[in-house]
Structures are given as structure tokens and as C-alpha cells.
């Protein structure tokens, strides 16, 4: 079942590795298979290393198991609340890399300085809110996932696609778990950039929106030179 989903979200997983973005065991990538309305993800605790195709799991949008021996992710019931509130998603990652994460702690939203974060991020990369007491002893993950909602509103995911989750982590997602690790990559390094560019600067003001638009638009508008993975 869901073979070619199962290949990509386990290639998925993997690249944390490969790119840096997780200690141990502290991240986890999901895809959405929109026809049949079921998700394949990493189960919980399984080491990078060992990870292998026949222990990923799948469920349908409600949290039922449909295949698989191990635990689902503890963090599957935010990325159900994020399929089903965003239709124009079909992968989703979290980790707790390091720069996205100091900024999440801090429960800032990070600015646009510069081109880099433009041409993946319209406009600042959020915070959420702080989640009350209620909401953490009540249904954690999912209420997670409605900070999240929250939070992006009536905006296009695509175009903010990553967020903060105040005093956690980064949450990433994309057309695909592939272009989903890709935005997570984007988003620590330009943690990374913004927090040295505050250290030389600390005065620096957001980016002119004219230079938003032009490095935006050009990979993501109407009228876009390249594709979206840019
Ligand atoms: O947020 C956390 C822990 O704080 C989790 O995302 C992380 O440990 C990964 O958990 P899973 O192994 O996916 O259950």
C-alpha cells in the first residue's frame, strides 16, 4: 500500500539526517496521500539509521492505524490537524534544529533581513502564541496544530511554509515530504542568517517590501522563472 508515498517519506526522513537538522531522534516527516486520504509517517523513537520502509505508519485523517506495527510519531496529531485544515499540502516536517529552535524558545518570529528568507518566505516566519494550560494538559499535539492554524490564517501555506511553535520548534510542510524537508532546511538557515545578522546589527530593519515582491514573486508568483522547490 501507498509504496511510492512510503519511498518518499522514508527518503524524507533520512535527509534530516543529511542535512543536519536532527539530534537523536527529534524530528519526524509525514506525507499525504490525497487520494486515498491517508498519511504515511515515522514512527516514534526509531532511530535515522535503522529507520526502514516496513516500520512506517499508516493512518487515515481521524488517527486510525491502517498499517504498521509501531507507534506513530507523537507529533501525528498536528500534522492530521495541518492536512486537514490545508489542502495545498501533502508533506510535513518537525524537527528541533538548533537555529529555528533558539527563536521558537524565544518566542519570536523571525524578520525578513534579507533575499535568502524572500525567496522562500513571504513575509516574517511566525511565532505561534504560548498555549494556555488547559490546552497542554488537554490534547497537546493537537492543540499544537490549532496554535499553527491559528496563527497562518486566511494566508496560503505555500507561501509561509514553516512556522515557529512557541517554546518547541519548527513545523515545515510543502507540495511534497521532499519539498517539505527542503523548506525546513531554508528555515534554519535563515534562523541561522538572521540571528548573526541581529549580532552585527542590531538595528537592521525588515527587508522594502518592493525587494519582498521581487524575490518572492519571481519564484512563486503567476509568472515564475523557476519551479517551486527553488
Ligand atoms: O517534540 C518532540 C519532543 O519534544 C518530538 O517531536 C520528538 O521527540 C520526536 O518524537 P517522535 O519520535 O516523532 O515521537
Known sequence: MLGQLKAEVLQANKDLVKYGLVTFTWGNVSGFDRNSGLIVIKPSGVPYETLNIKDLVVLDLDGNIVEGNLKPSSDTPTHLELYKRFPQISGIVHTHSEWAT?????????????????????????????????????????????????????????????????????????????????????????????????????????????????????????????????
Open 102 to 230: 533558539s527563536w521558537a524558545q524565544a518566542g519570536k518570529s523571525i524578520p525578513v533581513l534579507g533575499t535568502t528568507h524572500a525567496d522562500y518566505f513571504y513575509g516574517d516566519i511566525p511565532c505561534t502564541r504560548k498555549m494556555t494550560t488547559f490546552e497542554i494538559e488537554q490534547s497537546y499535539e493537537k492543540e499544537t496544530g490549532t496554535v499553527i492554524i491559528e496563527e497562518i490564517g486566511d494566508r496560503d501555506p505555500l507561501k509561509i511554509p514553516g512556522i515557529l511553535v512557541n517554546s518547541h520548534g519548527p513545523f515545515a510542510w510543502g507540495k511534497s515530504p521532499e519539498n517539505a524537508v527542503h523548506n525546513a532546511v531554508v528555515l534554519e538557515e535563515v534562523a541561522k542568517m538572521a540571528l548573526r545578522t541581529y549580532s552585527l546589527n542590531p538595528n537592521i530593519k525588515n527587508i522594502e517590501r518592493s525587494l519582498l515582491d521581487k524575490h518572492f514573486l519571481r519564484k512563486h508568483g503567476e509568472a515564475a522563472y523557476y519551479g517551486q522547490n527553488q
